[in-house]
């Protein structure tokens, strides 16, 4: 079965984006665990090469596809707070750029219309601490470890280049109202090596040649609706409340969009100071159910809930030149994780297996030992911490342009070890 997915998607509000083809260059075996109709697509890919498919570690895999499905979206602010001149008794802009991927208290403005684009590269490393160039898997041919079974070591590669485009209205002067539109890059790959079978007939294990497989998608991804009120519009502090509805328009089978749609409530609080502007967010994630998330028995699961926050300041170099830090973290409960994990092999299994003892000059003996594989905590409770490091300038008018670089200070989940971002946006 060779693969070939060509998704053509053309946006144009600020860039062109068109679609790459997801190819298959190797025939292997379907493990797949969704319907024949989305054989072809990339959820496939990673149960296809690990042949873990339709075994008791499938998890893993819905579990990779999730999180990929479930990148968080970057959201430009509008770069130009309002405060309030008490002496005058109007609101005037302030010195503050305001943030990259977080919320300040400020709002637009009554009919004020901001427009921003931003840019992100996402190249994933690892996956709840174990490396994404080092996995091992075993899986069963016949349903149990007490007869054959194959292993292998694994090298995966998941990249996503983000192109997001965000509008907002200004309703009121406390009330703005956007939407978000991502457009992903999806490109995954894999090599499976070191693949041996073995059996439990006294035979020595079998080996075979590696396996390579990949293949790439590029579409719209799951699309945000933003509604924000200005509780306290002070001289100095601001205090907002949002709501932000996420809706499932990615498709989740190219690992588009989380296969869920979701609602995350959120609280923002940010103080104007001569230079420094420091700010707070804090919201819950709750999520619906998504094929992406699999149960052993095949059923969807609800992708898991998570409590937001982040904390930082703001320093306003020049009235044009703003520099912002953030800690930015989420806490997950209930989320399946991946664990490295040692299974016993049947007492009459012959032959070297994935990372167990090499064969000696005289031949291979009965292996009596474990074998290395990777299994799923199917809810645990863990946090995703980064630090955000950016800069806002403003060369000319309402014009403001961002560079920012996220760092992972922890190593839950699937994770790039930092993430660029470029981004312009412009307020009318």
Partial sequence: MTKRLLVATVI??????????AQQPQTIPNH????????????CLIPDLTTTGTSDLRDFN?????????????????GFALTLDKSTGVYVVSSDLGGVLTERGSTLGKNKFFLGFTYQHFNFDEIDGTKLSNIPTVSALNGALTGAFLSSTNNLQASIDQYTIIAAYGVTDRIDVSVTLPIDNVSL??????RL??????????AFAPLTIGGAASGVGDVFVNGKFGIVKGEHSQLAGGLEVRFATGNEYNLLGSGAWGIKPYIVFSRLGRRFHPHANLGFQWNSQSVLNLSAAGNSLRLPDSLVYSAGVDYSVAKHLTIVGD??????????????????????????LALGPA?????????TGNVSTVGVNPANSFDEDNLAV????NPFGKLVVSGNVLIKLNNAGLRANYVPLVGVSYKF
């Fill in 327 to 352: 800690f930015i973290g989420q806490h997950f409960s209930d989320a399946p994780t991946v664990t490295r994990a040692q299974v016993a092999t049947p007492a009459n299994v012959q032959g070297s």
């Fill in 32 to 43: 797949c665990p969704y319907s024949q109709q989305h054989w072809n697509e990339l959820a």
């Fill in 197 to 206: 079978e073995a059996t439990n007939n006294g035979q020595p294990a079998t």
């Fill in 62 to 78: 819905t579990t990779l596809a999730s999180v990929i499905g479930e990148l968080p979206v970057a959201v430009p602010v509008s």
């Fill in 390 to 393: 950016g800069i806002k300038v």
């Fill in 12 to 21: 144009q509000v600020l860039l062109t984006c068109l679609s790459a083809m």
């Fill in 189 to 194: 790959s894999g090599t499976a090596s070191n």
């Fill in 359 to 367: 064969c000696p000059a005289s031949g291979c003996n009965v292996l």
